[in-house]
């Protein structure tokens, strides 16, 4: 398939959680979203978030103050 990231059209690598396993996040279809590495990095450094509904995914504008989360990609 193809990566899910904004205007990305890289080959799926990776199945993001969207609602981190780490925080309960189930491991179900409605949870789960195709991202290439590249994406995946970049919604753990807080670049763009995914909609838990819809699944779409939205830039952010990060600054130096912004914390990313700190976890491993799940």
Do not use: E, K, M
């Amino acid at each position: 398939g193809t990566c899910a990231g904004p205007g990305c059209h890289g080959p799926v690598v990776h199945v993001h959680h969207i609602q981190y396993w780490s925080d309960g996040g189930p491991t179900d279809l409605a949870n789960l979203i195709g991202l290439c590495p590249r994406c995946h990095s970049a919604v753990h450094q807080g670049f763009f978030t995914i909609d838990p509904d819809t699944h779409q995914t939205h830039r952010t504008l990060r600054t130096q103050r912004t914390s990313p989360r700190r976890t491993r990609a799940g």
